[in-house]
């Protein structure tokens, strides 16, 4: 029991913390908020195995900078003898204050975003796995269990330490998938679950599921990889004209300079 505990239950809070990570979690559990600019987003962090607490540590060592910084530019440019507006520390490191307070939200939603995407592309190669293990005879956990242990990779370890908790704690694989999909903000696991919970244990059942959702799954892909494409090339064609456009100028200068000379 003491060896499958960390697996059952999260782990208690210690008192061993450092100044920074209890001002870190008092900012999390007092400052942050479930929506708006100080809402704190729990399932990207998770995703990306980052604590809560560092992340509102990091964004009070930004306010701070914001608001610090404009006033020592301020001094700075005094003692060299020049002068500013008295606005203006006060002006900037307020504005300099909120985008540095907006930086680590920026940072961390861009990066769960591609993590997300990553893993979409691993978990549809997972359940390619799984339909194999079903079509050799596997049973419905190990044919889950199995395709999770081939491989290091971040998504892979995801799913099996989901489904050994589900499997200490006498849990439906489906439930902890679905659980997983929640803490991680992937829809694909969650609709995953709730459909092979209707389907149930039966194995035609079970394979036309899992073969329905590998085939949504790529296609969400290949028209998400288009769109991006899509969207990247109309993005190129304001560089491209701009570039075309100085080509023209810089071979034509020329001609033109000597016609305007000759009139």
Request: charged content about 20%.
């Amino acid at each position: 029991m003491a060896r499958i505990q960390p697996t059952l239950l999260p782990a208690p809070p210690t008192n061993d913390l450092k100044t920074g990570e209890r001002l870190g979690r008092w900012l999390a559990d007092r400052v942050a908020r479930p929506a708006g600019t100080l809402a704190v987003p729990r399932a990207d962090l998770a995703l990306l195995g980052r604590p809560a607490e560092r992340f509102m540590l990091d964004k009070l060592v930004l306010l701070v900078t914001g608001l610090v910084v404009p006033p020592v530019f301020g001094g700075l440019v005094a003692l060299t003898g020049g002068s500013l507006p008295w606005t203006f520390p006060i002006v900037t490191g307020v504005v300099l204050a909120v985008i540095l307070w907006l930086v680590p939200d920026w940072n961390v939603r861009s990066q769960a975003r591609q993590r997300r995407r990553d893993f979409r592309y691993a978990f549809t190669s997972y359940l390619q796995l799984v339909v194999l293990e079903r079509e050799a005879g596997a049973a419905l956990n190990a044919a889950l269990e199995n395709p999770a242990k081939i491989t290091d990779g971040w998504p892979f370890q995801h799913v099996h330490q989901a489904l050994t908790r589900a499997r200490n704690g006498q849990e439906q694989p489906w439930r902890a998938l679905s659980r997983l999909g929640e803490e991680i903000g992937v829809r694909d696991l969650i609709d995953l679950a709730h459909t092979a919970e209707i389907a149930g244990s039966e194995g035609a059942k079970m394979h036309d599921v899992l073969v329905a959702k590998i085939t949504s799954m790529r296609h969400e892909a290949s028209a998400s990889a288009r769109a991006e494409a899509n969207s990247r090339t109309t993005a190129m064609w304001v560089p491209t004209s701009l570039l075309m456009l100085g080509f023209v100028i810089l071979v034509g200068f020329p001609f033109f300079s000597k016609l305007l000379a000759s009139g």
